[in-house]
């Protein structure tokens, strides 16, 4: 017994348990495992339509101008929409003015209204919720501003009214159209009283681009309520809308409640607006640049005999 315990004592003899087995295949796993890594796929490779719920391949999706098989027309941003609409995607981006005080009332709130300043600056990569630019649409030059209401609801605030008048003034300047797409939840409630000013302000900028003699036309995208509609939104001398885009003043439970009635089912929807002479035409994302061009040769050509006479 004591003999059996000194053998087992033997340094470095110790319990050990069952050998691994390992044979060829182990010793070049790991080289096949980097070989045919599972590719980790991007959270956003699918697109779910709004209206049926289907998913959508992305890069299709971008191929159709985000516009989903059962033609649901999706939100885009202010890049995207001036990519679609220049010719060639190519067109000189209009600064909007500096100096605008960022929160002139200091607005309370349970976040800073300077941070979500911030967040939506750099998610958007935008100033304000308004981008303009100058270019061609099918030869015709314009000046075209986007509202994206992807950047604090678009909402109107001070520098949106800023950036509105800098559009306008260029349009004057260079003698060109001006076109806008509107897509709003309405005045910008931090800025108060000085976002409700900005209606007036846009107004009477809209004033000089029609003494100068040139078109203004309104594209309303989904969804444009408050004091956008209440303002430049509903100036325009050409009114076109996209499919099944929202346009309000104020929501539906709202004007229930004051005229206590129960309202049409869609009538705050473009084609039923257009049915009632509010809007002239519903468009397509995809015929938007073609009718665009359209309407512009026409009213340019009237302005240049009336020039020429």
């Not at 101008?65 to 000189?92: C, K, N």
């Not at 209009?94 to 209204?113: A, Q, S, W």
């Not at 314009?142 to 800023?162: A, K």
């Not at 989904?222 to 346009?247: F, K, Q, R």
């Amino acid at each position: 017994m004591a003999m059996a315990e000194q053998r087992n004592d033997k340094p470095g003899k110790g319990p050990q348990g069952p050998k691994e087995r390992r044979g060829w295949l182990s010793r070049i796993a790991p080289g096949v495992r980097n070989l045919v890594a599972k590719r980790e796929t991007p959270e956003n490779l699918w697109v779910k339509c709004p209206d049926t719920g289907e998913m959508i391949y992305r890069s299709d999706l971008e191929a159709a101008l985000w516009v989903t098989p059962s033609g649901h027309h999706m939100r885009i941003g202010a890049e995207q929409r001036l990519r679609y609409t220049f010719d060639g995607g190519q067109y000189e981006k209009i600064e909007p003015p500096k100096g605008v005080v960022d929160d002139p009332l200091k607005f309370p709130d349970t976040k800073p209204y300077m941070d979500k300043l911030k967040a939506a600056r750099k998610a958007s990569g935008a100033q304000d919720a308004m981008s303009s630019g100058y270019g061609t649409i099918e030869g015709v030059p314009c000046v075209v501003s986007v509202q994206d209401f992807s950047f604090m609801g678009g909402s109107l605030g001070v520098g949106v009214g800023e950036a509105f008048i800098k559009a306008a003034q260029e349009a004057i300047r260079r003698e060109a159209p001006f076109v806008i797409f509107t897509a709003a939840g309405g005045a910008r409630m931090q800025e108060g009283a000085l976002a409700l000013m900005q209606m007036a302000r846009t107004t009477l900028a809209l004033n000089e681009v029609k003494a100068a003699g040139l078109p203004y036309i309104v594209v309303l995208t989904d969804p444009t309520t408050g004091g956008v509609t209440a303002s430049y939104a509903m100036l325009g001398d050409i009114h076109l809308a996209e499919p099944n885009a929202m346009v309000a003043f104020a929501g539906r439970r709202v004007i229930e409640q004051t005229i206590r009635e129960v309202l049409p089912p869609g009538f705050q929807r473009a084609e039923f607006l257009v049915e009632r002479g509010q809007i002239d035409r519903v468009v397509s994302r995809a015929e938007m640049r073609e009718v665009l061009a359209s309407i512009l040769k026409t009213l340019m050509m009237g302005r240049n005999r009336s020039k020429a006479a």
